[in-house]
């Protein structure tokens, strides 16, 4: 699988802007899709927006039109900007990847990185 870190998470006000990386090593990514996913308290991990090898995308309902997730080959590093974040966008920020599509649209995935704090208050 591939090695995968997350960063850039942090506490940012509501209606504010925060960017997360997740950066790739040992592996080229160009060829992969790639998904962000959050998981709050008691809550299951869900799936924040995804992006094909060709540069497609995919956002949760909850994000559409607020979150932008989007790729720089050249530093094998995939972002997700968040703009105009909610209290309720409060979590746990993952990224992953694979070669296959379903597997990042459905969170498949036998292993997780740590992830990203990301706190949306006042």
């Known amino acids: 699988q591939v090695q995968l870190v997350e960063s850039g998470g942090g506490l940012v006000q509501p209606g504010g802007s925060l960017r997360l990386s997740c950066a790739a090593s040992g592996t080229n990514i160009t060829t992969y899709h790639v998904g962000w996913y959050r998981q709050a308290p008691g809550n299951q991990r869900e799936l924040v927006a995804a992006i094909t090898s060709r540069g497609y995308t995919n956002y949760g309902e909850s994000v559409k039109g607020r979150f932008t997730i989007s790729r720089d080959n050249a530093k094998n590093t995939v972002y997700l900007q968040m703009n105009s974040p909610k209290p309720e966008d409060t979590a746990i920020y993952y990224c992953?990847?694979?070669?296959?599509?379903?597997?990042?649209?459905?969170?498949?995935?036998?292993?997780w990185g740590q992830g990203t704090q990301v706190t949306v208050s006042s």
């Open positions: 992953n990847a694979d070669l296959s599509e379903e597997i990042v649209l459905w969170a498949d995935f036998s292993s």
